[in-house]
């Protein structure tokens, strides 16, 4: 920091209010984990931290890079007048701008846009998609990955808020709920290196850790660490003596999530079943939430096959899946929750992901859940479009070569694994002849999910997920 900035950082303490007396004093902040975060890089040049434009604030010219006043201002006021934005009613952290307003208004969006950002140059964010698959889907602002609307979808962050206000994890009804994943003194970019920003994927050689565990916040920020920088917070971690497997980057059979590399087992990888888990091992069931198949059981051997359960089954062609998977190791793989989910939005429903294990989705998908009730007793012909997702890593009758693409007789019908053998082919498809009508993935495949929506007769009673 040069002198002028420093100087005007001890001013800026010196002119706090209350709440700022918490603040760290200006000597530590030099050494403070705040200046190895995104917001608090200053140095080396081109230093990248937060920086608002002094064309629009013309109050903070002169302030560095990285200091708080771009963010935080004493009674919302700097030298007698409200740099802009204005409006927003001053709050107990007094930031800029209202901590949150809205799914859409939002202090952090005042700088995380592409269009009219209060941040110097503007700032260029991506999707997990790209940053981890390297596929360009055009999302390029946090504004708009949480402007997603139905039939595709975004966290609801008022719902966030609810959650995290109800934990004892100290948050407030003044909580940003942005804050319930980052930590806006210790984030960190990845990859961390300002040239890279927008537009580069994660690359093994500049990682940066962007997260923190909502039940580990505290309201001294500097106590509050990152989640994946630690050692026991990589995938492969969460996944030993089982096995994680990283997917293929986008178009390639060589090139790994997150970061490009030939690292396949995880140890490169934030555990994010452990981050998601923090909240939805509970249930969302019901009013705010209204989610329909929580809480997500990953970590037990009664839980989904995704997670930590095993396969069916664990020798012969007991999955029939896409590499890099194999049928080598025994029901030991354990997903993780990004690789089929972005956390904050897509579209699809459900937050599910445009590209999965090294390709796009061959459709979109747009409902997921049949009206309750509406499996049984018979199932209603319908939607194939879960089938897309799925076909990212599970081989369908193309694959299978049998038959077409997003046809799943083999599956079902074939494999040496397969459910369901022949049998009176009316209880459960309409239509006739060997070519049936197919019948709504969703009623069988949840989070949870077993077939017992099969007629009793047929079920098999397995765990379908
Ligand atoms: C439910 C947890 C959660 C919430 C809530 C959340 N994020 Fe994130 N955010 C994540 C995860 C997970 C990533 C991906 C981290 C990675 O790439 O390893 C991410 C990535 C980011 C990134 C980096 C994107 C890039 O270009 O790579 C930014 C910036 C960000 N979040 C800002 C926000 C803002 C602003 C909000 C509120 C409007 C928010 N986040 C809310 C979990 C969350
Ligand atoms: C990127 C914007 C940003 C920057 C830069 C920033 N802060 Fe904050 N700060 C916030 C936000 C947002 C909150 C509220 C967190 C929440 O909603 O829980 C906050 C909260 C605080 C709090 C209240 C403690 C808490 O988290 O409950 C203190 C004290 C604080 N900041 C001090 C600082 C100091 C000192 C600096 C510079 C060394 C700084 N901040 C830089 C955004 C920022
Ligand atoms: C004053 C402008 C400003 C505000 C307000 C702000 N940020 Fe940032 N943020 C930045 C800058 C600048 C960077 C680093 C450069 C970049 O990402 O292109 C950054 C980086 C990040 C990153 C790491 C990005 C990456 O590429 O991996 C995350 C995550 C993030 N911010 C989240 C937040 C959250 C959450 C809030 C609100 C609590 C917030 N920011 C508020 C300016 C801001
Ligand atoms: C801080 C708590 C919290 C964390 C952490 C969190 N979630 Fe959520 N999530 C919620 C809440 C609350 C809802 C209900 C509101 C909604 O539907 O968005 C939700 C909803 C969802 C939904 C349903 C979205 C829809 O369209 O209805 C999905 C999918 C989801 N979360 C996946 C994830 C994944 C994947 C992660 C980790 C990257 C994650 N969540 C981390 C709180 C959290
Ligand atoms: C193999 C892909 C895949 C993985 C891995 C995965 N999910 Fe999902 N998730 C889905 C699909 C498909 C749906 C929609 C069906 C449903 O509601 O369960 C879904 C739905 C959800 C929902 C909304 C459930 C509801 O009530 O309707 C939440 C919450 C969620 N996932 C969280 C997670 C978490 C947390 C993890 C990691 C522990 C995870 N998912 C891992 C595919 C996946
Ligand atoms: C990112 C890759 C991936 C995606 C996407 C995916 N799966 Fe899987 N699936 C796997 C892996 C790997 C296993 C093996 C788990 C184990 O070893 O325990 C598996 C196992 C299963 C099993 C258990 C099979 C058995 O023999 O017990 C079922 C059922 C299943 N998946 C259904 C689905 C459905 C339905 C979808 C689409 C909604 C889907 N999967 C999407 C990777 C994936
Ligand atoms: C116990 C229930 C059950 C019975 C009985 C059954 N099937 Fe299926 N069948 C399924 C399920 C589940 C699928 C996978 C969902 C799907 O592809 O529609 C499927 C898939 C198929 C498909 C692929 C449809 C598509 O477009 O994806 C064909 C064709 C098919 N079955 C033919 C038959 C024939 C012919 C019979 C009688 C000899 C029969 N099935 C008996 C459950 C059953
Ligand atoms: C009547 C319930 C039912 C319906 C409907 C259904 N499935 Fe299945 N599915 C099952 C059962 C049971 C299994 C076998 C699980 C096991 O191997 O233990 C299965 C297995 C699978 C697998 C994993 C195959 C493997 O072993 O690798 C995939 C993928 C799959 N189904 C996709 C679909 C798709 C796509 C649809 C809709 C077109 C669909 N299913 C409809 C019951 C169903």
Redesign the pocket.
């Known amino acids: 920091m040069n002198n002028k900035g420093r100087n005007l950082l001890i001013i800026f303490f010196m002119y706090a209010g209350s709440i700022l007396l918490l603040m760290l004093c200006p000597d530590r902040a030099s050494s403070s984990p705040y200046l190895d975060s995104a917001h608090g890089n200053y140095t080396p040049l081109p230093a990248y931290g937060v920086k608002r434009d002094p064309t629009l604030v013309p109050q903070l010219d002169g302030y560095s890079r990285g200091n708080c006043a771009h963010c935080h201002e004493q009674h919302a006021s700097i030298g007698g007048a409200e740099p802009a934005p204005t409006g927003g009613s001053p709050s107990i952290y007094e930031l800029f701008y209202s901590n949150y307003v809205s799914q859409t208004d939002n202090f952090c969006y005042k700088c995380h846009t592409d269009l009219n950002s209060y941040q110097t140059g503007g700032i260029i964010n991506r999707s997990y998609s790209y940053r981890a698959g390297n596929y360009n889907d055009g999302l390029n602002d946090i504004l708009e990955a949480f402007s997603f609307t139905s039939p595709d979808s975004s966290h609801d962050l008022g719902d966030i808020r609810t959650y995290i206000t109800a934990q004892s994890w100290g948050y407030t009804n003044y909580s940003n709920p942005c804050v319930a994943c980052h930590n806006p003194h210790r984030l960190q970019g990845d990859p961390a290196n300002s040239s890279l920003y927008g537009s580069s994927p994660k690359s093994s050689t500049t990682r940066g850790w962007p997260v923190s565990l909502p039940s580990q916040h505290s309201k001294d920020n500097n106590a509050w660490g990152l989640w994946g920088d630690g050692t026991g917070e990589k995938m492969s971690d969460y996944a030993s003596g089982l096995r994680y497997q990283a997917p293929y980057r986008n178009g390639s059979t060589s090139a790994y999530e997150p970061d490009g590399s030939t690292t396949q087992l995880g140890t490169n990888l934030t555990d ?2 452990t981050f ?2 923090d909240c ?1 091992s509970d249930s ?2 019901g009013a705010p939430y209204s ?4 809480p ?1 059981d ?1 970590a037990t051997s009664s839980g ?1 096959k ?2 930590k359960r095993g396969a069916d089954a664990t020798s012969g062609n007991y999955i029939d899946i896409d590499n890099p998977y194999s049928n080598t190791y025994g029901a030991q793989y354990v ?3 990004t ?3 972005e956390p904050h939005g897509a579209p699809n ?4 992901r445009k590209e ?1 294990n090294g390709a796009v989705l061959s459709g979109t ?1 747009s409902t ?2 049949p009206p309750a009730g509406a499996c049984t007793p018979t199932f209603p012909s319908g939607s194939k479009e ?1 089938g897309y ?2 076909n990212r ?1 599970h081989k369908d009758d193309a694959d299978a070569g049998v038959g077409s693409a997003n046809e799943w007789q083999y599956v079902h019908h074939d494999s040496s694994d397969a459910p369901y053998g022949g049998g009176m082919c009316n209880d459960c498809h309409s239509g006739s002849g060997m070519t049936r009508n197919p019948i709504n993935c ?1 009623c069988c ?5 077993t077939d017992s929506a099969a007629p009793s007769s047929r079920r098999t009673n397995r765990r379908t ?1």
């Open positions: 994010y079943a998601c888990q939805h969302m069931t989610l329909s198949n929580t997500v990953w989904d995704h997670g997903l993780a929750c690789d089929c989910h429903v459900m937050l599910i999965v998908i997921i859940t879960l997702l799925c890593c969703n495949h949840f989070h949870g999910s997920f």
